[in-house]
């Protein structure tokens, strides 16, 4: 069975730091472009970072840059996403997602999604 788990989640205060993990079993993480998107309520899903399958580049969204970084290990088949001076407006489900191809906003174009690990940030 093909599916990615993911973990991590949880309550922050402002200013704090979490670390989400995603494991991919049944395939193989390679070569695909792996995404974190996260989804607050009432919003559309949004694509907060991604680490390209073909180098492993890393990829922002302007308002997480500086605070969010990827790191993937194909060997172990995780992808982690490590939030640092987290705000209230990182609140969210996110999701970890694979594509092929290079990084995209469009949802449709990835092939795997996590069940979604809820982050809240309150003080």
């Known amino acids: 069975q093909l599916q990615f788990v993911e973990s991590g989640g949880g309550l922050v205060q402002p200013g704090g730091s979490l670390r989400l993990s995603c494991a991919a079993s049944?395939?193989?993480?390679?070569?695909?472009?792996i995404s974190w998107f996260r989804q607050a309520p009432g919003k559309e899903r949004e694509r907060v970072g991604c680490t390209m399958g073909s180098d492993g580049t890393t990829d922002f969204a302007d308002s997480v840059k500086g605070r969010f970084t990827i790191t993937r290990d194909n060997a172990k088949n995780t992808v982690d996403l490590q939030m640092d001076s987290l705000e209230t407006d990182d609140t969210g489900v996110y999701y970890c997602?694979?594509?092929?191809?290079?990084?995209?906003?469009?949802?449709?174009?990835?092939?795997?999604w996590g069940q979604g690990t809820q982050v809240t940030v309150s003080s």
């Open positions: 049944g395939f193989t993480l390679g070569s695909y472009t």
């Open positions: 997602a694979a594509a092929q191809g290079g990084c995209s906003n469009n949802i449709y174009l990835y092939a795997y």
